[in-house]
């Protein structure tokens, strides 16, 4: 909607934070098969590191209660993995023997994100 006086667009933005994450099931895992679940034949998915924890998670199926939660802050995960990392590193290099090859996996940083606290 245009302002009477500016000519300018007037556009709130609302800032609705995440205050709950329900995980419905942990899997510890030792870090090369954490490695090796990222690995698909249509690319590797990226792994998430906090405060020395590498970790994966799977999203539930958006329903209409799963959206319902969302949209009040509360996400859903059906699964976190994850196994020790003590440093950060960006890339993590793994060779792969079904594929032989080296792959490469991406790890996003969350050391500043406040839901992985």
């Known amino acids: 909607m245009k302002s009477q006086n500016s000519g300018k667009l007037d556009i709130k933005i609302s800032y609705s934070p995440i205050n709950e994450i329900v995980v419905h099931e942990i899997v510890p895992m030792e870090y090369g098969d954490l490695l090796l679940e990222r ?3 249509n690319g590797n ?3 998430y590191w906090c405060d020395g924890v590498l970790f994966s998670f799977t999203s ?3 329903t209409r209660d799963v959206i319902r939660d969302y949209m009040e802050g509360r ?7 994850f196994s020790t ?6 890339i993590i290099e793994y060779y792969d023997n079904d594929y032989k090859a080296t792959q490469k996996i991406r790890v996003f940083e969350m050391q500043r994100c406040l839901f992985a606290k």
């Open 75 to 81: 996400i859903h995960w059906m699964e976190v993995h």
């Open 39 to 41: 690995i698909t034949p």
């Open 45 to 47: 998915m990226p792994l």
């Open 85 to 90: 990392m003590e440093k950060y590193q960006p």
């Open 60 to 62: 539930m199926p958006l």
